[in-house]
């Protein structure tokens, strides 16, 4: 679902919410509280999933996701992080907050290995990531880490897990493991300021993947 369709989608169940005849603020209003509250879900499932994760053994560990619907899965995921990273460093260097050089050095090591140049800064996620790090005293980071620099270390450990995990493309990880992705992810587009939309687009598939698990 692109972001056009995803905010129709939204503002949709804003006008279900209060009627077609409602005035637009009316409905740009619910239709922020429904974003709103999608956040809300995905930051409560955070420590009680994250804590299942850590500690359940893994002969335990349930497999609801079959492989097609993984892959599926993991495509959207990382077409939504990339997408996201991308858009916010082309933000960031705009306002010169992204050495060029640091780029250059690392665009430089990409051809050498004979990879086509990629278009803005649409590398692979740990690219991006060893982008972000070179230029981390100078990034203007969003959310409830920003400023706190001990707490967005850890965020960017995360992310180089999560990038190292999807680039496997192992397509039987264990429900814990895949709920472990969306709260590595809300953790990200909160970092980097992520679109209203974004959020949403990523409550909706982790609620389609709950109901398969749930099933």
Not at 168 to 193: A, M, W
Request: aromatic share 6%.
């Amino acid at each position: 679902m692109d972001e056009a369709t995803t905010r129709a989608t939204v503002l949709e169940q804003a006008k279900v919410l209060v009627g077609a005849t409602a005035s637009k603020e009316r409905k740009r209003d619910v239709a922020k509280r429904i974003i709103n509250q999608a956040k809300t879900k995905m930051k409560k499932l955070k420590n009680s999933r994250s804590a299942a994760h850590e500690y359940l053994p893994e002969w335990m560990a349930a497999i609801s996701l079959d492989t097609t619907t993984q892959a599926r899965l993991y495509a959207e995921l990382e077409l939504m992080v990339t997408t996201t990273i991308n858009a916010y460093l082309m933000i960031e260097s705009q306002e010169s907050r992204v050495d060029k050089k640091s780029v250059a050095k690392i665009l430089e090591r990409w051809i050498k290995s004979s990879r086509s140049k990629p278009k803005e800064f649409m590398f692979d996620l740990k690219t991006q990531l060893v982008i972000v790090k070179a230029n981390l005293s100078t990034l203007r980071f969003h959310g409830p880490a920003q400023g706190d620099y001990l707490r967005i270390d850890a965020m960017l450990t995360s992310w180089m897990t999560l990038a190292t995990n999807l680039s496997r493309r192992t397509l039987c990880n264990p429900d814990t493991e895949i709920q472990k992705y969306f709260i590595d992810i809300l953790d990200i587009l909160e970092l980097l300021g992520a679109p209203e939309h974004t959020f949403v687009k990523l409550q909706q598939l982790q609620a389609a993947a709950e109901d398969e698990m749930t099933e």
